[in-house]
T-cell receptor, first 113, second 115 residues
Framework: QQPVQSPQAVILREGEDAVINCSSS?????VHWYRQKHGEAPVFLMI?????EQMRHEKISASFNEKKQQSSLYLTASQLSYSGTYFC??????????????FGKGTKLSVKP | GAGVSQSPRYKVAKRGQDVALRCDPI?????LFWYQQALGQGPEFLTY????????KSGLPSDRFFAERPEGSVSTLKIQRTQQEDSAVYLC?????????????FGNGTRLTVT
């Protein structure tokens, strides 16, 4: 039930692009993306809902392929501040007993000057 | 404060002791989640509340773990007879709506070390 993220780690030079993937074996209602820096709490980046549109926040965007039960996070022209571990979280329901969010193991992104 | 507040920030317990971890969610948030995060791993789901109702506790690792949210706001995660494998960061998150249709706001966590 835990979503699978790939790659596990990636090293970029400032200004390069990266794609992080998240896939699930279960039908999804929503996919969340969070970034966590060392010793800090995860911070929300964006959410994609079933039937919704591709989301974008500055130079970070994400897509959600409901049929394939996959989501991808696209980081364009990476900045040093993008370094951290990225987690996708998948949810199967909007509420009730399926209201929980299950996280993947994370993708560690390091951006070098 | 505007964010999710957790206390204590750090807790050291001797093996066999009971501990209680507190979470103050953002005021008015309906959903509350507890996660356990081991070093270098992703947050592992423990339990989920919608207001005062505990709708999912499937992630609690054993009957030594117990969570409550009696008035639909503050929540406490209690671990009885702590074991070394309980050492981890315990994260609390809240969300303004039911389920997972809106962003989770995380607290800074409680780092539990069992010696």
């Amino acid at each position: 039930q835990q979503p699978v993220q790939s790659p596990q780690a990636v090293i970029l030079r400032e200004g390069e692009d990266a794609v992080i993937n998240c896939s699930s074996s279960k039908a999804l209602y929503s996919v969340h993306w969070y970034r966590q820096k060392h010793g800090e709490a995860p911070v929300f980046l964006m959410i994609l809902l079933k039937g919704g549109e591709q989301m974008r926040h500055e130079k970070i965007s994400a897509s959600f392929n409901e049929k394939k039960q996959q989501s991808s996070l696209y980081l364009t022209a990476s900045q040093l501040s993008y370094s951290g571990t990225y987690f996708c979280g998948t949810g199967r329901g909007g509420g009730g007993s399926q209201g929980n969010l299950i996280f993947g193991k994370g993708t560690k992104l390091s951006v070098k000057p | 404060g505007a964010g999710v507040s957790q206390s204590p920030r750090y807790k050291v317990a001797k093996r066999g002791q009971d501990v209680a971890l507190r979470c103050d969610p953002i005021s008015g948030h309906v959903s509350l989640f507890w996660y356990q995060q081991a070093l270098g791993q992703g947050p592992e789901f423990l339990t989920y509340f919608q207001n005062e109702a505990q709708l999912d506790k499937s992630g609690l690792p054993s009957d030594r773990f117990f969570a409550e949210r009696p008035e639909g706001s503050v929540s406490t995660l209690k671990i009885q007879r702590t074991q070394q494998e309980d050492s981890a960061v315990y994260l609390c998150a809240s969300s303004p709506r039911r389920g997972v249709g809106s962003p989770l706001h995380f607290g800074n966590g409680t780092r539990l070390t069992v010696t």
